[in-house]
Nanobody
Framework: VQLQASGGGLVQAGGSLRLSCESS????????IAWFRQAPGKEREFVAASRGNGGNTYYADSVRGRFTISRDNTKNTMFLQMNSLKPDDTAVYYC???????????????????WGQGTLVTVSS
């Protein structure tokens, strides 16, 4: 499974962006998919995850209510809709996928086997 993230860019605070991550392999409902981000000088942090067909979603407290993770298993693509963006959301965003990830571990980057190359999101104040 190879992942390709896209959709990053420069946006003003309060604006929106939609990130996409396309899989070259079949990242179907057996895979947990997720988005992580890494700001300059900081560690990579969990943003959101989705299990199964997308009915089970999980979010970091910092983005809950503003970001929405979704997936289209028929097109092997995942999305991260980001609304009400803040300067603190500035980071490189990475998509990730993995199998057999237990619930207590899905917020840990080490649980995921496959990673996209990252796409930069910059939010100006």
């Amino acid at each position: 499974v190879q992942l390709q993230a896209s959709g990053g860019g420069l946006v003003q605070a309060g604006g929106s962006l939609r990130l996409s991550c396309e899989s070259s392999g079949r990242a179907d409902r057996r895979y947990t998919i997720a988005w992580f981000r890494q700001a300059p000088g900081k560690e990579r942090e969990f943003v959101a995850a989705s299990r199964g067909n997308g009915g089970n979603t999980y979010y970091a407290d910092s983005v809950r209510g503003r970001f929405t993770i979704s997936r289209d298993n028929t097109k092997n693509t995942m999305f991260l809709q980001m609304n009400s963006l803040k300067p603190d959301d500035t980071a490189v965003y990475y998509c990730a996928a993995g199998q057999r990830i237990i619930l207590s571990s899905l917020r840990q980057a080490s649980s995921y086997d496959y990673w996209g190359q990252g796409t930069l999101v910059t939010v100006s104040s």
